[in-house]
């Protein structure tokens, strides 16, 4: 039998997946679609602040008050990126929630930049040195009422990973998990080349600039070209810097290469607020993570080990 790609396009965790494997029949294939798709909403049960159920919720309920017990999955993720945060120096805060979505909801509509000072007053609950965790009793603590955890740097490429590892347990030997341009890939396309992935050019969304060729790799991008608002003629990207409670500008867009889409969507974020300069001197320093920034006028930088043709 011949084997082919079978694709399944799915609105999770906010945000379009689009999962692909390689196999000889559709049933099989769609049988095993189907348990990432169900992975995928089981991790979106647990992270997710839009339900009051969620361990995530009951955690920022709990702010500043008691600590909440958490399955051994949630606390290994926020150890994870308080570890990801102490190497950015809190660019990367999953305490970020605390952002009050009135200060920015980049809708378009915004007309002016808020007052610099209630920005700062409002980060000054972002501080990842204030998530308490015992891992002796699995609990996680947010030591001052008021301050809230989110995922939403860190999840999409966690819920690929977690989908990817099951399809690979599943003896699915090729495929793509795509969460929204955070992709995580293993073994080859159906025709026995490796995956191609196209890297997007913010200036025109349909056009990558560059693509490359990956095998059990990662690729994930952040870039202000979907979110973002114009104030007096300066572009503000959706990305807010959390030492500032400013939106970070300068940069496009950036993909981080690496073997995880967790590591590779946690690490986009942080460079973007670093600067380029700080941002690669950070990359470089980081075995087998690459990087690629385009900047606001279009120029192109990449980390040492990349060579784009």
């Known amino acids: 039998m011949v084997l082919q790609s079978f694709k399944r396009t799915e609105r999770l965790m906010g945000n379009t997946f689009e999962i692909t494997v390689v196999g000889h ?11 990432a798709v169900e992975e995928i909403r089981r991790i979106e049960r647990l992270l997710t602040t839009f339900n009051e159920q969620s361990q ?34 809190g660019a990367f805060d999953i305490s970020y929630g605390s952002i009050d979505k009135r200060l920015w909801n980049f809708d378009r509509e915004m007309k002016a930049l808020p007052n610099a000072e209630l920005a700062k007053s409002m980060v000054g609950l972002i501080n990842y040195k204030n998530i308490i965790l015992d891992a002796q009793a699995c ?30 347990r599943e003896g699915v030997e090729g495929g793509i998990v795509n969460a929204s341009g955070d992709l995580t890939t293993w073994g080859t ?8 992935i196209g890297i997007v050019n913010p200036a025109h969304r349909q056009m990558p600039f560059s693509y490359l060729n990956v095998n059990d790799m990662a690729v994930a991008t952040s870039g202000n070209y979907e979110k973002y608002v114009i104030i007096n003629g300066v572009k503000y990207s ?22 995880n889409a967790e590591i590779a969507d946690a690490m986009a974020t ?17 075995r087998h993570l690459a990087c690629i920034i385009i900047d606001d006028y279009d120029q192109v930088f990449t980390s040492n080990n990349i060579n784009l043709r």
């Open 238 to 259: 959706h990305t807010i810097n959390p030492k500032t409670g400013l939106p970070v500008r300068g940069i496009k867009s950036v993909s981080i290469i690496g073997p």
């Open 139 to 168: 609990t996680v603590k947010l030591s001052k009422v008021g301050m809230r955890i989110g995922f939403g740097a860190i999840g999409k490429g966690y819920a690929a990973e977690m989908a990817k590892a099951l399809l690979k």
């Open 25 to 35: 029949d559709q049933l099989w294939a769609d049988a095993k679609l189907e348990m």
């Open 56 to 89: 995530t919720n009951q955690i920022n309920q709990k702010a500043g008050i008691a600590a909440v017990k958490v399955d051994p999955e949630v606390f290994s993720l926020i150890e994870r990126s308080l570890r990801i945060s102490r190497i950015t120096d």
């Open 270 to 286: 942080p460079v973007t607020i670093m600067g380029i300069k700080a941002g690669l001197d950070m990359i470089n320093q980081i």
């Open 189 to 196: 396309q159906h025709n026995g080349k490796p995956w191609t």
